[in-house]
Nanobody, 122 residues
Framework: QVQLVESGGGLVQAEASLRLSCAAS????????MGWFRQAPGKEREFVAT????????DYADSVKGRFTISRDNVKKTLYLQMNSLKAEDTAAYYC???????????????WGQGTQVTVSS
C-alpha cells in the first residue's frame, strides 16, 4: 500500500506556471503507474495525465496536451506535473493516484492523495 501527498498548488494569474509534486511513501513507488486527475467545483473528477512505471510512456488529456508535462523520479519516489500557460479553466483540486495500469479511468486507480488546490485568475 502506498500513501500519496500532493503539494505545490496555489493562486496564480493566467499564463503563469506551477509545478505540482506528489510524494509517495509506504510502498514500492516504481511498481505503480501514476496519474494526475482534477476536479472543479460542481464537476466530475477528470483525467489529466498518466505516466508508466519507468516514465517511458505518457498520456495526456487533450485539454492540457502541449501545456502540461508529467514526470517522475523513482529514486525520490515523487511524481510531478509541470503546468505552463495556465488558464482559468484549469482551476481545480488536483489529485495524484497510483494504478497497476497505464489508463485514464479513475476507477482503475487504487490509491489517491488528498489533493492540492490550483486557482488561476483571469
Amino acid at each position: 500500500q502506498v500513501q500519496l501527498v500532493e503539494s505545490g498548488g496555489g493562486l496564480v494569474q493566467a499564463e503563469a506556471s506551477l509545478r505540482l509534486s506528489c510524494a509517495a511513501s509506504g510502498g514500492t513507488f516504481s511498481k505503480y503507474t501514476m496519474g494526475w486527475f482534477r476536479q472543479a467545483p460542481g464537476k466530475e473528477r477528470e483525467f489529466v495525465a498518466t505516466i508508466s512505471r519507468t516514465g517511458g510512456s505518457t498520456d495526456y488529456a487533450d485539454s492540457v496536451k502541449g501545456r502540461f508535462t508529467i514526470s517522475r523520479d523513482n529514486v525520490k519516489k515523487t511524481l510531478y506535473l509541470q503546468m505552463n500557460s495556465l488558464k482559468a479553466e484549469d482551476t481545480a483540486a488536483y489529485y495524484c493516484a497510483a494504478s497497476g495500469k497505464l489508463v485514464r479511468a479513475a476507477y482503475e486507480y487504487d490509491y489517491w492523495g488528498q489533493g492540492t488546490q490550483v486557482t488561476v485568475s483571469s
